[in-house]
């Protein structure tokens, strides 16, 4: 079965640093997808990136970027130069089988980005 | 604003009631998601309907179950209430029928309490 682990279950920072949010995956599936996931204390859940894997190329958007390591089932998350908004709680997930049906999130990171 | 919408924002109720969560996708998304994010049990996958038929079934109780209507809205009846059901109900909703392929954006939730 696949499972996703977040070892971090806390990280606090003080803004400007940068700040790095891990996620080690496990699947049998050569195709799978992972994910990316923002929960702000507001509640909603908002997406972040998907990758599938097939595409190792690590992506950059402003002041996030994302670290695809296949070999060591690996997909971490790096902000740089945190600032109060971002703080929330992060989730990585993976989707796997024919249609991506199975789904499962990680438990999650908070991140407390401090002023 | 994800453009999904979920009502009721708040529910409560007594062990052993049913009750029925909606959810409207965002214009032009065929692919519905249902997720429960618990403290116990964190965020879970339930269930997804692409175009009024079930397309995925994650960790979803028999006592719950769900549909799509020709108008694409979708409803998860939860019935047999416990406490243990207490938790934050999301719908998402995506383009395609692959919920690996493609990204979810997700409605506010409900928050169910069961007393």
């Known amino acids: 079965a696949q499972k996703v682990t977040q070892a971090q279950t806390e990280i606090s920072v003080v803004e400007k640093e940068d700040v790095t949010l891990d996620c080690v995956y496990e699947t049998r599936d050569t195709t799978y997808y992972l994910f990316w996931y923002k929960q702000p204390p507001s509640g909603e859940l908002v997406f972040l990136i998907r990758r599938n894997s097939f595409d190792e190329q690590n992506e950059i958007s402003g002041r996030y970027s994302w670290n695809f390591q296949k070999s060591t089932s690996s997909f971490n998350f790096t902000i740089t130069a945190s600032q109060v908004v971002d703080s929330a709680v992060y989730f990585c997930a993976l989707s796997e089988g024919s249609y991506g049906q199975n789904f499962v999130f990680g438990p999650g990171t908070r991140l407390s980005v401090l002023p | 604003d994800s453009g999904v919408t979920q009502t009721p924002k708040h529910l409560i109720t007594a062990t052993g009631q049913r009750v029925t969560l909606r959810c409207s996708p965002r214009s032009g998304d065929l692919s519905v998601y249902w997720y429960q994010q618990s403290l116990d049990q964190g965020l879970q996958f339930l269930i997804q309907y692409y175009n009024g038929e079930e397309r995925a079934k994650g960790n979803i109780l028999e006592r719950f179950s769900a549909q799509q209507f020709p108008d694409l809205h979708s409803e998860l009846n939860l019935s047999s209430l416990e406490l243990g059901d207490s938790a934050l109900y999301f719908c998402?909703?995506?383009?395609?029928?692959?919920?690996?392929?493609?990204?979810?954006?997700f409605g506010p939730g409900t928050r169910l309490t069961v007393l």
């Open positions: 998402a909703s995506s383009v395609a029928a692959s919920a690996g392929g493609n990204e979810q954006f």
